[in-house]
């Protein structure tokens, strides 16, 4: 879950207030549910969905475009860099040894 600050003019702030009051229920549940029927509303409009879709094209294309740096880097090296986060689901940089060259321990 997130938290989210925004600002409200004061009439705006009012209004929402009186509203929440008279409704009987708190500011932040009615903000939430006008944030709800916003995403709805725009869910359903060709004209976005058309954009995400190419959006998805795009992210796509630069996640193939990093695998294939990635494997570049290092899918011919014969000793990767140690590295604390895992490797990317599909990529297996080579491995023959499991200790540096020169017997030095790695310190990063």
Known sequence: ???LAIKLEDSAHGQLT????LEGQPVTLLIKQ???QYIETKRNQPELTARAAGMLEDIERDAAARREALADLFGSSDEPKA???PEPLGFKPSRRSSHPKGGDSATS
């Open 1 to 3: 879950m997130k938290t």
């Open 18 to 21: 009186a509203i929440a009051q």
């Open 34 to 36: 006008a944030i709800e």
């Open 83 to 85: 590295s604390a986060k």
